[in-house]
T-cell receptor
């Protein structure tokens, strides 16, 4: 089954404790992206990647890092999480940047 | 700045009636307009999309119309069913710096009353 898998689905942690949210897709997609979803703000792009070792900032990249060492994986790293990063995060992938995106089921992060 | 306005924020319809959700975008360079359905605890799922060289697209009970001059596009769901209840998001995308920039609307919560 074609899917985008995120882990963990839920995480409660404390300020400053580094965390990584993993994202994996099994569709051989080249384009991958991370979004955060906040009430009243819709989805905002954090980072995207057009292929292995090619990543770039989206609209709200501050406080986040990503890497794309393999085509299928695109982890999101919060080196020093802060409460304003409490949000619902989605990973997405697509064949190309202007093709329909497939989303994972989301990761709800709470930073205390 | 660039934005996409989506209305209404909530919509309740009787089962069997039609539902219409409207979005207006600000950047005339936008040329790809997907619509997503998000169910509780799930990620957004593409239900239909339209590109700027087309004015209307239909897929069974779902249709999307695009008015480039007015910079707005709409989602139409006919013969609504309880399983259509979800949050719907529109997006406008434009080519920029070798990629595509997506701006999402703030979502419409649709309730279909049985």
């Amino acid at each position: 089954e074609a899917q985008v898998t995120q882990n963990p689905r839920y995480l409660i942690t404390v300020t400053g404790k580094k965390l990584t949210v993993t994202c994996s897709q099994n569709m051989n997609h080249e384009y991958m992206s991370w979004y955060r979803q906040d009430p009243g703000l819709g989805l905002r792009q954090i980072y995207y990647s057009m292929n292995v070792e090619v990543t770039d900032k989206g609209d709200v990249p501050e406080g986040y890092k990503v890497s794309r060492k393999e085509k299928r994986n695109f982890p999101l790293i919060l080196e020093s999480p802060s409460p304003n990063q409490t949000s619902l995060y989605f990973c997405a992938s697509s064949w190309d940047r202007n093709q329909p995106q497939h989303f994972g089921d989301g990761t709800r992060l709470s930073i205390l | 700045g660039e934005n996409v306005e989506q209305h209404p924020s909530t919509l309740s319809v009787q089962e069997g009636d039609s539902a219409v959700i409207k979005c207006t975008y600000s950047d005339s360079a936008s040329n790809y307009f997907p619509w997503y359905k998000q169910e509780l605890g799930k990620g957004p799922q593409l239900i239909i999309d339209i590109r700027s060289n087309v004015g209307e697209k239909k897929d069974q009970r779902i249709a999307v119309t695009l008015n480039k001059t007015a910079k707005h596009f709409s989602l139409h769901i006919t013969e609504t069913q309880p399983e259509d209840s979800a949050v719907y998001f529109c997006a406008a995308a434009k080519p920029t710096s070798g990629t595509y920039k997506y701006i999402f609307g703030t979502g419409t919560r649709l309730k279909v009353l049985a």
